[in-house]
């Protein structure tokens, strides 16, 4: 049986309510206070066709810090911009096995990321974004509006100007990859890009339209653009389901089988390549930092709607 022989609405009203089983068994991100006091009990979900058609369920239409799920967006930004023949000289395409804010892989492996979703090889990449624009912030604001199609897409400053107090971490990073040789611009610079691009706030639709030139092999179906060649999308996906959910990669394909990103505000954007583009949120993660109830609805959808990458 397919997903054409379902009716995805009831499909989505299942995942909603496992998902919901969850909630209460993991954490809300607490690194920054504006994160921390999210009310934990939230769920959305979105799914977007390849042929137009969306189906969403819970609060699929409040918004929320997309977090790393803006390493993609700042990905495919790199690779179409002036700097792209350096960024797979610069990071690395395997799983890392590491926490995503690890130090440690990148201090022996001297300064090359392992990929370009964990905040190494995300810091690099935006780096090279820093390194070749004017206004590197705006340039990633208005890739990501124009994939989602939506002018409305916004930074939530507060949670930048936490992230920046509180980012001894990524600053860390920061300056190692810079002793190492692979950060050009000033890393003040750098870092302050990334902040913002990790505070951009975005609905569960937002980010689920975003996603679709991913399943539409570069192609969006709700402009008729063309936002990357067939192979860049096939590509990315490929990292996706090898790099997109940090060290938590690796059970996250064996219990979902699809291609996804997650980011600690809880958000998890997912690609079935040729159907669906899928973003869910749910602000409680586990102990890698991927969304519970997110993870355990992306499950569900898999499972009923018979469609994985496998
Ligand atoms: N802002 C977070 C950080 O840089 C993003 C990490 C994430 O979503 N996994 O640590």
Redesign the pocket.
């Known amino acids: 049986m397919t997903h054409a022989d379902h009716d995805l609405s009831s499909i989505l009203d299942e995942c909603a309510q496992e998902a919901q089983k969850l909630i209460g068994q993991g954490h809300v991100a607490d690194y920054i206070p504006a994160l921390a006091r999210i009310n934990p009990d939230q769920f959305g979900m979105a799914v977007c066709g390849v042929d137009g058609t969306e189906f969403t369920v819970g609060q699929s239409d409040t918004s929320f810090s997309i ?2 799920i803006s390493k993609v967006f700042t990905l495919a930004l790199a690779l179409q911009s002036p700097g792209a023949a350096s960024v797979w000289e610069r990071v690395g395409r395997e799983p890392s096995g590491n926490a ?2 690890s130090l440690v892989q990148l201090e022996s492996e001297r300064g090359l990321p392992r990929n370009p979703f964990i ?1 190494a090889g995300a810091i690099v990449v935006t780096d090279v974004i820093t390194s070749h624009f004017v206004s590197p912030v705006l340039q990633i604001l208005s890739l990501v509006r124009k994939y989602a199609n939506c002018d409305d897409i916004y930074i939530d400053e507060e949670v930048a100007d936490s ?1 920046e107090e509180s980012g001894h971490r ?1 600053a860390a990073i920061a300056h190692l990859l810079k002793s190492q040789g692979n950060l050009v611009a000033d890393v003040d610079d750098t870092l302050a890009a990334y902040y913002r691009q ?1 505070s951009i706030a975005m609905t569960c639709r937002d980010v689920a339209r975003a996603f679709l030139p991913l399943a539409a092999a570069g192609q969006h179906p709700l402009t008729g653009q063309t936002l990357m060649p067939a192979l860049r999308a096939k590509r990315i996906n490929s990292l996706l389901l090898t790099c997109g959910l940090y060290d938590g990669v690796g059970n996250f394909a064996y219990r979902v089988g699809i291609p996804a990103k997650s ?2 505000g809880g958000g998890i954007a997912a690609v079935i390549p040729g159907h669906y583009s899928i973003c869910v949120w749910s602000p409680e993660l586990d102990e890698l ?1 991927n969304s519970l109830a997110g993870t355990r609805a992306l499950e569900v959808f898999s499972h009923e709607t018979n469609l994985s990458v496998f």
């Open positions: 977090q790393s995503f804010n905040n992230e990524n990790c980011g600690v930092g």
